[in-house]
Nanobody, 120 residues
Framework: QVQLVESGGGLVQPGGSLRLSCAAS????????MGWYRQAPGKERELVAS???????DYVESVKGRFTISRDNAKNTVYLEMSSLKLEDTAVYSC??????????????WGQGTQVTVSS
């Protein structure tokens, strides 16, 4: 059994900052790629940022220079530091992790999602 638990969402004014965290727990052998997705009302879910176990990162064009993804492998945790937030960043943010469990299988796991609202 593996769980991903997110925290850090909330309401912020345009130009503000937020930091999201996502901690994985359970029968984890290793974690490969971790990522943050978001889905705004009426829009499709999009991959915002991803990070490999070695630390290589990738971002959707709209957040480059404003968002930073990082991870702490010892804590099985991934972070998303968001700055210069815009109204269009409002969405439910969810983390995902590609995990090999102790029993040997590899599966993508998802967190429950956390709301980020950018509003004046």
């Amino acid at each position: 059994q593996v769980q991903l638990v997110e925290s850090g969402g909330g309401l912020v004014q345009p130009g503000g900052s937020l930091r999201l965290s996502c901690a994985a727990s359970g029968s984890i052998f290793s974690i490969y790629v971790m990522g943050w997705y978001r889905q705004a009302p009426g829009k499709e879910r999009e991959l915002v940022a991803s990070i490999t176990s070695g630390g290589s990162t990738d971002y959707v064009e709209s957040v480059k220079g404003r968002f930073t993804i990082s991870r702490d492998n010892a804590k099985n945790t991934v972070y998303l530091e968001m700055s210069s937030l815009k109204l269009e960043d409002t969405a439910v943010y969810s983390c995902s992790a590609n995990i090999r469990v102790m029993a040997g299988g590899v599966t993508d796991y998802w967190g429950q999602g956390t709301q980020v609202t950018v509003s004046s």
